[in-house]
């Protein structure tokens, strides 16, 4: 794939396999800017790359930094990954409510407050550029299967009415914003990252999307 050059708003065309290339930029937590490129693919994408961009995206969504935030009906956010030990439910009996954002018990942002300022601090509540909230129910990422999660992302009815466009879209939106998923590729506190960079997560998509967005049971 080579970067061409083009605005965020073509990233439509960008997929349909026109020339393009989209930049994204959003504070670093040194204060540089994230610059995104939207590598068109210069030919087709077949099933068996478009699987593979998959897997790649399944090990991001299925990483604690991206799944401990996109639970079940339950409103629990969890502790899981190597800077927790055992996985459990989020400490101090925190439940973010059908809101998901914990109006009926206590606010996310009590703690977790807006902010691109570097996350240095160790044990410390993380921030972002967004209001902290847990996902919405329907996107239940934490523990489950790779299949799961892949028809639930496909699905307009269970990802926000999201097409293929709109989902390289959001990666986009994310780093202007420096929101969750810039934080998942860079945590800061001592807490590991998410597998990869937010560029190759980027490229997955577009590769995955432009490829149909098979899941691996079309691959059978």
């Known amino acids: 794939m080579k970067p061409r050059s083009i605005s965020i708003f073509a990233i439509g065309f960008l997929l349909l396999g026109a020339a393009g290339t989209a ?49 079940d009906e339950r409103n629990e956010p969890m502790w899981s990954g190597p800077s927790y030990g055992k996985t459990r439910p989020h400490g101090m009996n925190i439940n973010a409510g059908d809101s998901r954002i914990g109006v009926e018990t206590i606010f996310c942002s009590t703690c977790h407050v807006q902010s691109t300022a570097p996350n240095t601090v160790r044990h410390a509540a993380p921030h972002t550029g967004h209001p902290w909230m847990l996902a919405p129910v329907e996107f239940n990422w934490f523990g489950q ?76």
């Open 23 to 71: 930049f994204s930029h959003g504070p670093g937590d040194d204060g540089s800017q994230i610059d995104l490129v939207v590598n068109t693919p210069e030919e087709d994408v077949t099933l068996e790359a478009g699987l593979a961009a998959w897997d790649r995206i399944y090990t991001v969504t299925s990483h604690p930094r991206c799944s401990n935030c996109h639970t």
């Open 145 to 220: 299967t790779s299949e799961t999660v892949c028809a639930q992302m496909r699905d307009p009815e269970r990802n926000g009415g999201r097409n293929g466009d709109d989902l390289v879209e959001h990666i986009i939106h994310d780093a202007e914003i420096k929101a969750f998923i810039t934080w998942g590729f860079n945590p800061g506190g001592g807490r590991e990252p998410a597998p990869g960079t937010m560029q190759e997560h980027l490229d997955d998509m577009v590769a995955w999307t432009a490829a149909g967005m098979p899941c691996p049971v079309d691959g059978d």
